[in-house]
């Protein structure tokens, strides 16, 4: 089976712009979350879906969201750019809703915001 | 306020070796607990998962502990080999919001020969 995959790979983009990241998760699973990955927070949640729902949120503005189509593929959007959203953006996705199972990790998204 | 802590410092082992990495947590209740290794530029791997009603699960050479009581997880490489050098993140959910996977900070690990 392939894995989650996630594009584009590496991203740079000035203060003020939006940017769509794209993730598909591993055939058959339903349940796909987003993560941000920094140097000074580490990890953190930004939301999970399932169903093409969003079952929970984490801490973000509203300038983070994200959507989930039919075929369980998923986008996040940032928009309005700022400095502080340079990071590794990560996806995982789940057979199942909720992260009672191991979560697959994607080779994430590093966005630089110039 | 919620937290989970890990040891910031690096954790640094000769080969063959046990290393024990610690994870704590404050005003969590969390139906289980989950640990990650992370290579430098790579998404994270799983590597175990133990429920609130479990003292100990193990995996070939790796071993986690669970205590509620104390609000930590232990997670013990046995025979530690130079390739079990990476970052290893510890991540729980609360109760009720199983969704919401929430990581510390993580441990290097370096095992050198």
């Known amino acids: 089976k392939a894995g989650v995959t996630q594009t584009p790979r590496y991203l740079i983009k000035t203060r003020g712009q939006q940017v769509t990241l794209s993730c598909s998760p591993i055939?058959?699973?339903?349940?796909v979350s987003w993560y941000q990955q920094t140097p000074g927070q580490g990890l953190q949640f930004l939301f999970e879906?399932?169903?093409?729902?969003?079952?929970n949120k984490g801490n973000f503005p509203g300038r983070f969201s994200g959507r989930q189509f039919s075929n369980s593929r998923s986008e996040m959007n940032v928009s309005t750019l700022e400095l502080g959203d340079s990071a590794l953006y990560l996806c995982?996705?789940?057979?199942?809703?909720?992260?009672?199972?191991?979560?697959?990790f994607g080779p994430g998204t590093r966005l630089t915001v110039l | 306020s919620q937290k989970i802590e890990q040891n910031s410092e690096a954790l640094n082992i000769q080969e063959g070796k046990t290393a024990t990495l610690t994870c704590n947590y404050t005003?969590?209740?969390?139906?289980?607990l989950q640990w990650y290794r992370q290579d430098p530029g790579r998404g994270p791997v799983f590597l175990l998962l133990?429920?609130?009603?479990?003292k100990e699960k193990r995996k070939e050479r790796l071993k986690v502990t669970f205590d509620t009581t104390l609000k930590q997880s232990l997670f013990h490489i046995t025979a530690s080999q130079p390739a079990d050098s990476a970052t290893y993140l510890c991540?729980?959910?609360?109760?009720?919001?199983?969704?919401?996977?929430?990581f510390g900070t993580g441990t290097r690990l370096q095992v050198t020969l």
């Open positions: 879906y399932f169903s093409e729902t969003q079952r």
């Open positions: 055939s058959g699973h339903r349940s």
């Open positions: 005003n969590y209740s969390p139906a289980y």
């Open positions: 995982a996705s789940s057979p199942t809703k909720g992260t009672y199972n191991e979560q697959f």
């Open positions: 133990i429920r609130e009603n479990e």
């Open positions: 991540a729980l959910a609360d109760t009720g919001t199983a969704s919401k996977l929430t």
